[in-house]
């Protein structure tokens, strides 16, 4: 049997073998040799264009090196396309969200995590309109992924937002204060009513390890507004 190494003759760098004359075995439907390494056909789409070959290709190492090293391109090509789809939409924007920031006059600031961003360009979207506890709810829920209730009181000259169905602060409370700023009237004051978490809510209900995953903001004196 011949002695086989590692030749430059690479499928999208997946090493062919070949012997040292150069010849690639499995070639012309040759049988590979018994006891050599079985490169896979590793793309989806390349296996995928292979089950539409003819069975005599079955064994050809050449032919699902050149299927797999197509499938590969293919694969490639449909991550890039449906990666780029994603940045057309708010919720999977990821490299594109700074576009959407520089279309709405957003401060783009790369550290702040990607939900949070999504959050004020989705907020920013919906800010459109005439003053309303309804236009309030749609941009504080927006930012907070969850139910919020808005309450005027008009001899205070004030409104609340209240966030129902979570315990604790939201972590981008700062960025919600100044999203509702723009779209309030000067002369109405903003105010926030948070729902915290009592030894009573727990006591008995909850497992130490569940107790371990609920953040220190989320219990009645835990960090303050804006930490």
Known sequence: MSEYVLTNMRSMGEPLLADKSGALPGSAGEPWPAGTSTPLLTSP???EMFSYLP????NSRVMQADVNAKGVELDRLFEA???????FFVRTATWGLDRWESELGIETDPGKPLDQRRAVVESKLRGSGKFSGRLVK???EAYYGGKVDVFFQPSEWSFTVK???SAGIPPNLNDLIAVIGELKPAHLALKFEFSYLLIRDIHEVLTLNQM??????????GDPVGQ
């Open 138 to 140: 749609s941009v504080a």
């Open 81 to 87: 396309l449906n990666e780029t789809l994603e940045q």
């Open 163 to 165: 966030f129902v169905d």
């Open 45 to 47: 789409r390349g296996r």
């Open 55 to 58: 069975s005599y290709y079955e």
């Open 212 to 221: 371990e995953q609920i953040s220190l903001n989320q219990f009645a004196g």
